[in-house]
T-cell receptor, first 113, second 116 residues
Framework: DQQVKQNSPSLSVQEGRISILNCDYT??????FLWYKKYPAEGPTFLIS?????DKNEDGRFTVFLNKSAKHLSLHIVPSQPGDSAVYFC????????????FGTGTRLTIIP | GAVVSQHPSWVICKSGTSVKIECRSL??????MFWYRQFPKQSLMLMAT?????????EQGVEKDKFLINHASLTLSTLTVTSAHPEDSSFYIC????????????FGSGTRLTVV
């Protein structure tokens, strides 16, 4: 039972354009969402997070949008840079402090120079 | 920033042997650490929650006798894969959270285990 889904296994974007990565979840108890970036043979690196009380959070080139009614979140990267090429995972937790993260299946983002 | 060190980064072992993976929080204390496993092109799956000074909490379907977890101090958790088999070959990652709140989980660099 995949409670967090990333339906696009891969995405290619031209350098300088916007990258949009999507994530859907099924568990209505999730109230905190995170995005991680991962390179091969390395651990994930935290990018940005959002609480369910918000619908948008922005940090530099990264913006996360949350649509609770649709159980959908997205990560926008603009402008995209070659160094952004990696696998991106969204993750969710049911309660701040619960500490258990449920990860999506990941989307491999390739930035084309 | 918070750093989690994981060792070894890769290991090859023979079937039937045991392998120990260490996870250390270098500049913070972690009463709780987490162990994940990732198969190729799949998501990170939580295996167990490691609790300092008490027994680990395992996720459904994870054999606690096969994946022994010890969290003897506030900065060290170990995962021992006992009697390893080729199907245990995977990428194992630990994580810890240096503060309160769900943000800020720090992950180790992972361990690639290959059982031959």
């Amino acid at each position: 039972d995949q409670q967090v889904k990333q339906n696009s296994p891969s995405l290619s974007v031209q350098e300088g354009r916007i990258s949009i990565l999507n994530c859907d979840y099924t568990n209505s108890m999730f109230d905190y969402f995170l995005w991680y970036k991962k390179y091969p043979a390395e651990g994930p690196t935290f990018l940005i997070s959002i609480s369910s009380i918000k619908d948008k959070n922005e940090d530099g080139r990264f913006t996360v949008f949350l649509n609770k009614s649709a159980k959908h979140l997205s990560l926008h990267i603009v402008p995209s840079q070659p160094g952004d090429s990696a696998v991106y995972f969204c993750a969710a937790s049911a309660k701040v402090g619960n500490e258990k993260l449920t990860f999506g299946t990941g989307t491999r983002l390739t930035i084309i120079p | 920033g918070a750093v989690v060190s994981q060792h070894p980064s890769w290991v090859i072992c023979k079937s039937g042997t045991s392998v120990k993976i260490e996870c250390r929080s270098l500049d913070f204390q972690a009463t709780t650490m987490f162990w994940y496993r990732q198969f190729p092109k799949q998501s990170l799956m939580l295996m167990a929650t490691s609790n300092e000074g008490s027994k680990a909490t395992y996720e459904q379907g994870v054999e606690k006798d096969k994946f022994l977890i010890n969290h003897a101090s506030l900065t060290l958790s170990t995962l021992t894969v006992t009697s390893a088999h080729p199907e245990d070959s995977s990428f194992y990652i630990c994580s810890a959270r240096p503060g309160t709140g769900a943000y800020g989980y720090t992950f180790g660099s992972g361990t690639r285990l290959t059982v031959v």
